[in-house]
């Protein structure tokens, strides 16, 4: 799933960025330069949502408006998240599966030195367009 928030993004005293998610409860993060605090906008984001995802609680919707108006030094962006993205990057762990396949195509797959993991994978991203 693909998402865009708006971000808030105010000026600390060290010139960091403390930012937030007003749409998104206990969605926070902070960068000691704003380049820092852009790709951590993006991962806790991307962090949140997923949770929600695989809680199934239900995402809140992003409020666009243009009262997301904030003071000086403070500013407004959109921020994206990949949940699918997140997830393929932080859960890439093995996991086992027994299958079921006729004996014959077994022994033609082993005698072609067929990885069976892999055509797995393969045929799985295939038929889920993933």
């Not at 998610?21 to 852009?38: H, M, Q, S, V």
């Not at 992003?62 to 998240?81: C, G, Q, R």
Request: glycine letters at 4%.
């Amino acid at each position: 799933m693909k998402y865009i928030y708006p971000a808030v993004f105010e000026t600390t005293e060290d010139g960091g960025y403390d930012v937030i998610f007003p749409d998104i409860p206990r969605c926070y993060t902070c960068g000691k330069n704003l380049l820092e605090a852009l790709e951590m906008a993006e991962d806790v984001l991307a962090m949140t949502l997923w949770g929600l995802e695989s809680d199934k609680e239900p995402i809140p919707k992003p409020n666009f408006s243009s009262a997301l108006t904030y003071a000086d030094p403070a500013f407004v962006t959109l921020i994206k998240a990949d949940t699918t993205d997140y997830k393929r990057k932080l859960d890439n762990r093995a996991v086992k599966k027994t299958l079921s396949i006729p004996a014959w195509l077994n022994h033609e797959a082993e005698a072609a030195h067929v990885n069976f993991s892999s055509i797995l994978q393969e045929a799985l991203k295939t038929h889920l367009q993933v």
